[in-house]
């Protein structure tokens, strides 16, 4: 029951730890919620569909297909955050001037709440069906179906608690301050999961990831809580590969530049339309 | 939206994929079975790259989990998957079967 724990808690947690960083960066915009527990639903079924189609998966592509799917998957979920940073990079901004709160112009709608459901549903789904495989093969081996339900239940119990710790954690920080802070994480996470999609392309031989560019492993492993924590959070590797960081680096550079160039496009464009919206 | 992400880190990619060109003609064969690894000590020439067919003998799942070579994937039960390794420095890499950590275990020792 342990081991079920302790898998299922890993693979929980990052899953919680996104949700909670999108619940807080869409804290009181309306409809979020809904669009947050349509994203959790979907994951969920999503992880069972993948879950029972793993063996097609990987099959396909050559015998590479999980490999391609999940850096497919991943890079769709760095898309649709870099997508919402750039949005709020441009709105935020446009308001400033006018005395409003970034909050009450996410309030006031038109905010892209689909793409951080999708966010959501993809987490769920990933780290989900790896659930589903290791739950379903111990549940099937013998004395399995408890630990797997007990364990399933008090690992799943732990990633959220996690999770919610994180959320209610951003809460504390000022309101002014906190879309500043989500901000910055939502890109840190895009960042992050397109340094992870790198590993997986570089499974499939699509690209080759380079030279390990140091080992902070003594210093704090990614196997540790800690590290998984941050992995997920900031996109921490402790062995990074030239191509990891590249990609990282750029998709935060991306962010950056996209966000401001819009925001200045806006700016210009669309003083009366933006106080009139 | 991909493009602008991907093009640097494609270019960068390119700057490395000599490595990959020759591939060892024949798989490593590897079978997970009672959820160990068999062998469980795989020696590789250093510098060259090569592929692992993992044949899962159980018939539960099992993830192919390797930090030190920078690889996980899932191997269904009685399935089997291929797992390809780039040009490796001489050293120890370990790998575990991560729904099974305490039993299924083994290294990769590039000379």
Request: hydrophobic share 55%; charged share 15%; glycine share 12%.
């Amino acid at each position: 029951m342990i081991a079920a724990l302790i898998i299922v808690f890993r693979e929980v947690l990052e899953a919680a730890l996104i949700v909670g960083i999108v619940l807080a960066a869409t804290r009181g915009t309306v409809g979020a919620g809904r669009w947050i527990a349509a994203g959790i639903a979907g994951g969920i079924a999503g992880s069972a569909v993948v879950a029972a189609f793993a063996g097609t998966i990987s099959g396909t592509l050559d015998g590479y297909g999980q490999e391609i799917f999940n850096a497919a998957v991943l890079l769709l979920a760095v898309a649709m955050l870099a997508w919402h940073a750039v949005w709020m990079a441009a709105h935020g901004r446009q308001l400033a001037g006018e005395m409003r709160s970034v909050g009450e112009a996410v309030r006031r709608g038109g905010r892209p709440l689909y793409a951080l459901a999708l966010v959501v549903g993809l987490a769920v789904m990933r780290e989900g069906s790896e659930t589903v495989l290791f739950l379903y093969g111990l549940a099937a081996s013998d004395g399995g179906f408890a630990a797997a339900l007990s364990g399933g239940a008090l690992g799943l119990a732990g990633g959220v608690v996690v999770g919610a710790g994180l959320y209610l954690g951003l809460l504390r920080i000022p309101p002014r301050h906190l879309f500043g802070v989500t901000n910055w994480m939502v890109a840190l996470l895009a960042a992050g999961m397109a340094a992870q999609a790198m590993s997986f392309l570089a499974a499939a031989d699509l690209v080759v990831l380079g030279p390990e560019l140091w080992d902070s492993s003594a210093l704090l492993s990614q196997d540790g809580l800690a590290g998984r924590v941050l992995h997920t959070l900031v996109g921490y590797i402790d062995r990074p590969t030239a191509v990891q960081l590249a990609a990282y680096l750029a998709t935060l550079l991306f962010i950056q530049l996209a966000g401001r160039a819009v925001a200045g496009r806006q700016r210009r464009a669309l003083p009366q339309a933006a106080a009139a919206e | 939206m991909f493009r602008p992400i991907l093009g640097p880190a494609f270019a960068a990619a390119l700057a490395f994929s000599g490595a990959t060109a020759a591939l060892a003609a024949e798989p490593i064969e590897l079978t997970i079975k009672d959820h160990r690894f068999q062998p469980d000590r795989i020696e590789v020439p250093a510098g060259k790259p090569f592929e692992l067919l993992v044949r899962n003998a159980d018939a539960t799942p099992e993830e192919f989990d390797s930090h030190d070579l920078h690889r996980e994937k899932v191997i269904m039960g009685n399935g089997q998957a291929k797992i390809r390794i780039g040009a490796l420095k001489p050293g120890e890499y370990a790998f575990v079967g991560e729904f099974h950590e305490d039993t299924a275990k083994g290294v990769i020792v590039a000379k």
